[in-house]
């Protein structure tokens, strides 16, 4: 028998498991295990649990306020572009375009086109994905660049709808695959299948589906395993918790509000003699008694007076909660003091060791998720339509697309506990050599060309003015020489 066949059935002959997790003992009896593949996964799970997603968001303080974290971190103000183009010149010519464009961004009107990505980041975290089209419009729609964005939930792409067609293709979950697997379209419902009659404006065949080109929609979020094409509510792992614990802490206010309500019970041995402070009786004919602050009550013989004493929570209750939501926090992919704003038991070094911890998961979104599969498809979609309509003059963009597509994507810039140390930091960086400007500004979410710019034009203004601040080389001198060398860097 080789070693392996004694290790599996070990020294008395019945198989032996080689790890703790597999067998049928005792402390595994009634763990009853599944091993779906990515898209079986979600396929029967994924609209009850975006539905319960959506519930807690809406009825659940902590759920809502998580979401909003998220939110706020990762997009904030909003992932802003810097083209990187190869020809300097035209790079000012971009912004600017990009800029005006940015106001007219949402076809629905509401906001621009960074409210754009925190909507889109929203409906990610809270329904798991997010799908935007792309809208193509006619010159005579007067806008900068004839592109707008419409941000849909995932609700308008059917789960339910899997199909051959004769082509050769299939429909996987409402996507539309090739013989190679990649994405050609997207079955989407026309209006939102759950508004119903209380959408008018979606038209008629509301629940009829329309076949759009993959090239139009812009599909976000997550992949957690290979081979995922739908995505997963962030809160899916916290469901549970966030429910049970609200309703936890409504029993808990009940019970202090029924322990505030202060009862007396009196009990007498002869119930047809008057109580003590009896009033008059009630239609029931129950007559009720009271005391006044400051009374002094003397009992009849026989009289005895109990008071209601209802069971206090405890010290426990804070504690309780404290590591309830720091399981809910580490699910959601957020810290404790996020999700909750308590700051009781928090310090310079910890809170920004909890920082580090999330902008570095946060990043990750950012960089992989947000820009790789939104920010940038919309960035190549608006120039290459800026181009053809002529709003851009971008000699040879066929031939040179990638590079006048180059761009680098700055989102809005961390702030700290404590910034003078972080600036201190920073500028030891950039004299030893080990950072750029250009790095340090972006880590601020600001374009360091613009900030240059803005500096050059300060320094100007100033020199017209006459004024001498005191990172001006003249600011310590007696006499000012009559032309100025400022000094700009850290």
């Known amino acids: 028998m080789g070693w392996w066949q004694r290790l599996r059935f070990g020294l008395f002959g019945g198989p032996t498991p080689t790890y703790d997790g597999i067998g049928g003992g005792r402390r595994a009896l009634a763990w009853q295990v599944a091993n779906p593949g990515a898209v079986a996964a979600l396929a029967a799970s994924q609209e009850e649990l975006r539905a319960k997603s959506r519930d807690q968001v809406r009825r659940n303080v902590w759920a809502a306020a998580g979401v909003e974290a998220y939110v706020a971190n990762a997009i904030g103000t909003g992932i802003k572009p810097q083209s990187m183009a190869a020809d300097v010149a035209v790079r000012p010519a971009i912004q600017t375009l990009w800029t005006h464009w940015g106001d007219d961004a949402d076809a629905a009107g509401l906001t621009d086109v960074y409210g754009l990505q925190a909507l889109a980041c929203r409906a990610l975290v809270e329904g798991g994905e997010a799908l935007v089209r792309l809208r193509y419009r006619r010159p005579e729609d007067g806008l900068s660049v004839g592109l707008q964005l419409q941000v849909l939930e995932p609700e308008h792409l059917p789960a339910a709808l899997n199909r051959e067609l004769s082509s050769g293709n299939v429909i996987r979950a409402g996507i539309e695959f090739d013989k190679l697997g990649r994405r050609v379209a997207y079955h989407l419902y026309r209006s939102h299948p759950e508004d119903g009659a209380l959408a008018p404006m979606s038209g008629a065949g509301g629940l ?281 860097a850290p």
């Open 208 to 488: 009829d589906t329309v076949r759009v080109d993959a090239r139009e929609v812009i599909h976000l979020f997550r992949p957690l395993r290979p081979g995922q094409i739908r995505g997963e509510p962030w809160l899916a792992r916290a469901l549970v918790k966030l429910h049970e614990l609200d309703q936890y802490d409504d029993a808990e206010l009940v019970r202090k509000k029924t322990a505030a309500m202060f009862a007396g019970f009196i009990t007498r041995t002869a119930p047809e003699d008057p109580l003590m402070g009896e009033g008059p009786a009630d239609a029931q004919g129950v007559a009720l008694a009271g005391l006044e602050p400051g009374t002094l009550q003397l009992l009849e013989p026989g009289e005895d007076v109990r008071f209601s004493q209802p069971a206090d929570v405890g010290a426990s209750y804070a504690e309780f909660l404290r590591m309830q939501f720091r399981a809910v926090a580490a699910a959601m992919g957020i810290t404790y003091e996020m999700l909750t704003g308590d700051l009781t038991q928090v310090n310079y070094s910890s809170i920004r060791a909890g920082l580090l911890e999330f902008r570095r998961r946060c990043e990750a979104i950012q960089h992989g998720v947000i820009v790789f599969q939104l920010c940038r498809p919309v960035w190549r979609a608006w120039m290459t339509q800026a181009v053809l309509e002529g709003a851009l003059d971008l000699p040879g963009f066929s031939r040179r697309e990638r590079d006048y597509l180059a761009v680098k994507w700055i989102p809005q810039g961390w702030q700290w506990v404590d910034p003078k140390k972080e600036f201190d930091a920073l500028q030891t960086a950039i004299r030893a050599g080990l950072l750029s400007r250009s790095e340090a500004i972006s880590a601020f979410g600001y374009d360091a060309e613009d900030i240059d710019r803005e500096i050059a034009a300060d320094n100007a203004r100033a020199d017209a003015l006459g004024l001498v601040f005191d990172s001006d080389p003249r600011h310590d001198r007696a006499a000012a020489p009559p032309t100025s060398t400022r000094a700009n």
